[in-house]
């Protein structure tokens, strides 16, 4: 198995910190220096904005399809 030479071109060496910072922008910097957070796989949300913006069913059970039955019936009511 043939093994490849190191490389002696300096283009091709990795750099430093110092000399990363010429190549570098503001939000690249930025990017590096904040890293994301493991476990962000809540769009881009922090888990109070997720659990406000979600739909949760709620603890009273079907209150929205209990409604619907009663004013259906009450319209059936009426129409007769």
Known sequence: MATLP?????S?????LEDE????DE???YSLAHPCVVG?????R???EAAANTNR????????KLLTKFQ?????????
Do not use: C, F, M, V
Request: charge should be positive; aromatic fraction near 4%; charged fraction near 30%.
């Open 6 to 10: 190191p490389t002696a071109n300096p």
């Open 40 to 44: 962000g796989g809540r769009k881009g």
């Open 27 to 29: 939000y690249d910097q």
């Open 57 to 64: 069913p709620s603890p009273g059970g079907h209150e929205r």
């Open 12 to 16: 091709q060496q990795p750099l430093n």
């Open 72 to 80: 259906n019936s009450e319209r059936k009511k009426a129409w007769r």
């Open 21 to 24: 910072d010429g190549i570098l």
């Open 46 to 48: 922090t888990k109070r």
